[in-house]
């Protein structure tokens, strides 16, 4: 088997190769094909269900677009009934349905860290969301670095936990939107088109964040129970326990939920 190379796929590389241009655009550094899998098989920032979404979107498996142009009776589910263009994974960036602007402006909004500014949404930054990582441009300007992560900028031990953030945001973000997606496409002959409202939207983001933090919590304080693991998730979600507790200080021991409430209103 090792003699044997394996044929590459083009819808492959040419989504690795955006991945990598997406990434490097954003915080200036080149990963490699090798990092990327790595990343989207193993990083534990991401679900497992999500891993296994973005790992079918990186090999372009999903059955969206052209894939059903040659199928009888199929034409129809070529082009996305709301924009008329072809339905591909790259549509869901820009497809004028209403989860995906509100959820990306939701994810947006709950980004705490004003200091680091948030990617530029493409199917690139999602692809790779499990090897993105924080610009490191200026540590001086970020209030949350001590002096000795000044001088060695490198690696801040700061930025983990906003990596983390930003990892969990988007690829919750793109999962979401992929899962509504599907529950207005995919329908019964017999049933009525759908399209889901803002009422409906922001507590289906709003509960799959504070899921994330449950998980977070539980596996912090019930399993690992270590101060390594302790640390890293009080450094992913202190900022928005600030915004959204009025006292933000046990919530890592609380049951309550956190994340209930956005910045900015929605337009």
């Not at 796929?9 to 990598?20: D, G, I, K, P, V």
């Amino acid at each position: 088997m090792e003699r044997h190379s394996p044929s590459q796929r083009e819808t492959t590389m040419t989504n690795l190769q955006s991945t990598r241009e997406a990434i490097h655009a954003y915080n200036g550094l080149l990963e490699t094909d090798e990092t990327i899998w790595s990343n989207l098989r193993n990083q534990r920032s991401l679900r497992t269900r999500v891993r296994q979404f973005l790992y079918k979107a990186m090999h372009g498996t999903r059955k969206v677009g052209n894939y059903w142009s040659h199928i009888p009776d199929c034409a129809p589910r070529v082009e996305c009934t709301l924009c008329h263009s072809t339905d591909s994974m790259d549509h869901m960036v820009y497809c004028q349905a209403a989860p995906r602007r509100s959820i990306w402006h939701l994810a947006k909004n709950l980004w705490p860290h004003e200091h680091i500014p948030w990617p530029d949404i493409d199917l690139g930054i999602i692809l790779g969301c499990g090897s993105i990582s924080p610009p490191v441009e200026n540590p001086q300007a970020d209030p949350n670095v001590n002096n000795d992560e000044r001088t060695h900028p490198t690696h801040p031990r700061s930025k983990r936990g906003a990596k983390r953030l930003l990892q969990i945001l988007l690829s919750e973000a793109a999962h979401l939107i992929w899962v509504l997606r599907c529950e207005r496409v995919i329908l019964d002959p017999d049933d009525p088109p759908r399209f889901h409202t803002e009422e409906e939207i922001n507590p289906r983001w709003l509960r799959a964040i504070n899921t994330r933090l449950t998980d977070d919590r539980i596996i912090a304080t019930k399993i690992r129970r270590d101060e390594r693991t302790l640390r890293l998730v009080r450094e992913t979600w202190k900022l928005i326990s600030q915004q959204s507790l009025a006292n933000p200080d046990d919530w890592l021991y609380n049951r309550e939920v956190l994340v209930g409430r956005v910045r900015n209103a929605l337009p």
